[in-house]
T-cell receptor, first 117, second 113 residues
């Protein structure tokens, strides 16, 4: 079946503009994650959605970053007033519902490369 | 908080050489440990995992053993191939309910024929 898809694959924007990044998880996966891969910081967790529960936003670096997940499926990561340090590859992952007895693999999308000029 | 320290690269080896990429971690409770791989032009993929102490994860000739006493999860392969050239990430996940992955900085591996 189809994997995790992300759009756009590349985004170039000017400092101060807002951007929206989209993630389509694997059908049936209830958990969705956003990570950021940058040269200075490596791969870092941003936010986690699980079903209808309140999201874990503990990794969002500032209040310029927000994310939502509509209908328990598609997610949008929004960065307001972009800064040059926001330049990175933004990765989305999805997994089935986590359980105590097993680890459910996180399947990653190809990422969106964001460049802030 | 949780953290992963990974051997920095880049690492360049000849084909059929023995590979070790070191990984140590700091975590509370009983984390699960993973190696992810990112081949050129591709997305991040799970290579292997271990969910409790003394477990050995293996896949595609790679192995890693979860050593709680040394808080380590070193990646090894006995004979590398050119197709193993990629970036390798060590990662951990905390106890159930803490679902985020904490990654190491990644190690770029290049295998020359």
């Amino acid at each position: 079946g189809a994997g995790v898809s992300q759009s756009p694959s590349n985004k170039v924007t000017e400092k101060g503009k807002d951007v929206e990044l989209r993630c389509d998880p694997i059908s049936g996966h209830t958990a969705l994650y956003w990570y950021r891969q940058s040269l200075g910081q490596g791969l870092e967790f941003l936010i986690y959605f699980q079903g209808n529960s309140a999201p874990d936003k503990s990794g969002l670096p500032s209040d310029r970053f927000s994310a939502e997940r509509t209908g328990g499926s598609v997610s949008t990561l929004t960065i307001q007033r972009t800064q040059q340090e926001d330049s990175a590859v933004y990765l989305c992952a999805s997994s089935p519902r986590p359980s105590v007895s097993s680890y459910n693999e996180q399947f990653f999308g190809p990422g969106t490369r964001l460049t802030v000029l | 908080g949780d953290s992963v320290t990974q051997m920095e690269g880049p690492v360049t080896l000849s084909e059929e050489a023995f590979l070790t990429i070191n990984c140590t971690y700091t975590a509370t409770g009983y984390p699960s440990l993973f190696w992810y791989v990112q081949y050129p032009g591709e997305g991040l993929q799970l290579l292997l995992k271990a969910t409790k102490a003394d477990d050995k994860g293996s896949n595609k000739g790679f192995e890693a053993t979860y050593r709680k006493e040394t808080t380590s999860f070193h990646l090894e392969k006995g004979s590398v191939q050119v197709s193993d050239s990629a970036v390798y990430f060590c990662a951990l996940k905390g106890d159930f309910g803490n679902e985020k992955l904490t990654f190491g900085t990644g190690t770029r591996l290049t295998i020359i024929p």
